[in-house]
C-alpha cells in the first residue's frame, strides 16, 4: 500500500535531478534563437551525453563511498586511443571499439585493485594513477590528431527517423545493457552496502570486495564509452590536460546535482545522467542570453560550489551535534 | 608499536633509527638512491652549486606542501592549490600595477587572496560539513574563473615586483638562495606550531578523531577553519615567490603543484588518514620529488614519460608504507 512512498524517498534526488534539467532545458529552448528543433536538441544532446558518461562512472565509484579523480583521464586517454584504432573497414573499427572499450575497463579495473586490494585511500590512488592514465594519452597524441570512422562517427552523432538524437539512444542503451543489471545483482548491492556502512556489510558477508572492484571496473568502462563518443564528435583525439580536469570535475557537479550522496550507498546514475544534462544545459545558457564566454568557468564554478553546499541543508536535521563530525 | 617489538636487526641499531618513522628513513633512502643514480648519469650532479639550485627549485613547492601537509594532517585534503597558487601569483602582479602604495602591498595583497579561498574552504568543510575534497574542487574552479575573467583567458601582463624577485631569486646571506631561507623560516615556524603549541597537538587530534577532540572541549571547526586558511595562504605564498622567480604569473602556473603537494607529504610518511606525521617526512618527500623532477628532466624525458614515472612512483611508495589497516 505505501510501496510508493518508499520508491518516491528513494528516487527523490533522481526526481529533483530530472525536474531541475527540464526546468532549465525549457528556458534554453524558449530564449534559443532557433527555438525548439531536432537540430537544437541533437546539438545539447550530444554534448550533454559525453558528461553524462563520465557522470555515471563517477556515480559507481561513489556509491561505494570512493571517488574517482582519474575518470577525466580515462576519458581522455580512450579518446585518444580510438583516434588511432577506431578506423579502417567494419571489422577494423569494431575490433577497435572493443579495444578502448577493454583499455577503459582495465584502467578502471587498475584503480579497483590498487584501491580495494591495495587498500590505499581512492583520492590519492587515482589522483596517481590519473597521472599516469595522462601520460599515455601524451605518448598516443603528443598532438591533437588522428581520425575516426566518419561512418560510424555521423551514425552514432546524427538522428534517428530525422527526430531522435542517436547518442541520447545509444546513452539508454548503456544505462540499460550496464547500469540496470549492475544495480539489480548481488555485486552492485554489494556496491551500495559497502557505501553505506562498510563494517556492516562485511559483517553480513556481503561481497564488498568484488562488489566495489566491479564498480571500479565499470566505471572505467563507461569512461571510455564517453571517450569513444568524444572521439566520434570532434573525428580527433587530443591529450588536454584542462579537459581532462574539467570533466572529471563536472563529473562530481553532474553526481551531487543528480542525488548521489558523496559518502555513498546513495542514489543512482539515472540521477547522475540527469544532473549532467541539467549541468551542461545550465552552463550553455550563457551563451543564449549572450553573455561573453569568459565568464562560462566563473559561472560553472559557482553553480558547482551551490550544488555542494546545499548538502549542508541536512545538518539543520542533525539532533545530535557529534554526528556533525563523521 | 615498534618499540615493543625491540629484537632482532633492530634491537642493534642506533636508537635515532629505531625511534625514526620508517616511511621518513625511506624516503631519506631514496634520495640518497636518486643522487647516486644522478652522478652516474653526469659528473656534475653533486656539485653544490647544483645541488643549491635543487633546493632553491624544491623550496617552492616545500612552502606549498607545507600548507598541504598542514591540512592532510587533519584528515581533510585541498585541491584548490592549482588556482590558489595562480590567483596569489597574479593577485601579487596585478597590485603592482597600482603605484608604490601597490608596489608595497603585492606580496601580503597575494598572500591575503590565497587566504579568502583557504577561508572559503574551510567555512565549508568545518561549518557546512562538505568533504573537503569536494569543497576544494569547487572553490578551484570559482578561482578559475574568477582568474579567467579577470585576465580575459590570456597570462596578464603585469610583471613582478622587485621584491618578490628579490625573495625568489636574491641572496640575503652569500650562497644561500632567499627562498631556502624562507622555506627554512616556514618550515621552523610550522615544526614549532605543530609540536610545541596547543593548536599543533589539537591538529593531531582532530587527524585522528575529531568526534573525541571536540568532546575534550576543543572548538575544532576554528581550528579546522584555520588550517585551512593557512594553507591557502601558504599556496599563494609559493605562487607569488614563483612569479617572482619566472618575474610574471602565467594561467596554468598553478597545475604543476598540486600533485607534486600532495605526493611530497604523502611519501614523508603523513598519513592521509589524518593525525600522523611528522614535518621532516614532508622535507624529505619535497626533496624526493624534486630530485625525481630533476632526474627526469636531464635525462630529457618527455612531458607523457614524466607523468607516467611519477604516477606509478608513488602508488609503489604508498604501496610499500601507506596503507591502510585490512577489515577483520
Known sequence: MRDWRYWLAEQRGTLLAFGIFIMMFIIYTSNHPAGFTANVVQTASNKGVLLAFVAMAQTLVVITAGIDLSVGMIFLLTNCLASWLVIGTGIETAFGVFAVLGTGLLCGAINGAIVIYGRLQPIVATIATGAVYFGIALLLRPFPGGSVNEDLADALTGRLFGVVPASLVVLMAVVLVVWVPFSRSVLGRAAYAAGSSEMAAYMSGVPIRRGKFAAYALAGLLAAIGGLFLTFFTYTGEAAYASGNAYTLFSIAAVVLGGVSLFGGKGSAIGAIFGALAFRTIGDLLFVFDFDPLWQPLFQGVILLIAVSLGAFALFRVRNRLEWFL | ?328
Do not use: H
Open chain 2, 1 to 328: 608499536m615498534s618499540e615493543t617489538a625491540i629484537g632482532g636487526i633492530a634491537g642493534r641499531m642506533p636508537k635515532f633509527i629505531r625511534r625514526a618513522d620508517p616511511a621518513v628513513l625511506t624516503a631519506f633512502a631514496c634520495i640518497v638512491l636518486l643522487l647516486f643514480v644522478g652522478s652516474l648519469y653526469s659528473r656534475s650532479f653533486l656539485s653544490p652549486e647544483y645541488l643549491l639550485q635543487q633546493l632553491k627549485v624544491a623550496s617552492f613547492l616545500g612552502i606549498i606542501a607545507t600548507g598541504m601537509m598542514l591540512v592532510i594532517l587533519l584528515g581533510q585534503i585541498d585541491l584548490s592549490v592549482p588556482w590558489s597558487v595562480a590567483a596569489g601569483a597574479m593577485m601579487a602582479c596585478a597590485a603592482a600595477a597600482y603605484g608604490p602604495v601597490g608596489v608595497a602591498l603585492a606580496i601580503p595583497f597575494g598572500i591575503f587572496c590565497g587566504m579568502l579561498i583557504g577561508l572559503v574552504n574551510g567555512i565549508g568543510v568545518a561549518y557546512l560539513r562538505i568533504p573537503s575534497m569536494i569543497i576544494t574542487l569547487a572553490t578551484n574552479a570559482v578561482a578559475q574563473g574568477l582568474m579567467v575573467v579577470y585576465t580575459g583567458g590570456f597570462s596578464p601582463q603585469d610583471s613582478a615586483t622587485r621584491a618578490m624577485r628579490y625573495l625568489a631569486t636574491g641572496f640575503a646571506i652569500p650562497g644561500v638562495p632567499n627562498a631556502v631561507v624562507i622555506w627554512a623560516l616556514i618550515g621552523a615556524a610550522m615544526v614549532f606550531v605543530l609540536t610545541r603549541t596547543g593548536f599543533g597537538r589539537t591538529v593531531y587530534g582532530i587527524g585522528n578523531r575529531e568526534r573525541a577532540a571536540y568532546l575534550s572541549g576543543i572548538d575544532t571547526r576554528r581550528v579546522v577553519m584555520i588550517a585551512f586558511a593557512v594553507s591557502g595562504g601558504l599556496s599563494a605564498f609559493g605562487g607569488v615567490l614563483l612569479a617572482g622567480y619566472a618575474s610574471k604569473a602565467a594561467q596554468s602556473m598553478g597545475d604543476a603543484y598540486l600533485l607534486p603537494a600532495i605526493a611530497a607529504v604523502v611519501l614523508g610518511g603523513t598519513s592521509i588518514l589524518g593525525g600522523r606525521g611528522s614535518y621532516l617526512g614532508t622535507v624529505a618527500g619535497v626533496i624526493l620529488i624534486t630530485l625525481l623532477q630533476s632526474i627526469l628532466s636531464v635525462m630529457q624525458m618527455p612531458e607523457a614519460g614524466r607523468q607516467i614515472i611519477y604516477g606509478v612512483v608513488i602508488v609503489a611508495m604508498l604501496l610499500l608504507y601507506g596503507r591502510a589497516p585490512a577489515s577483520r
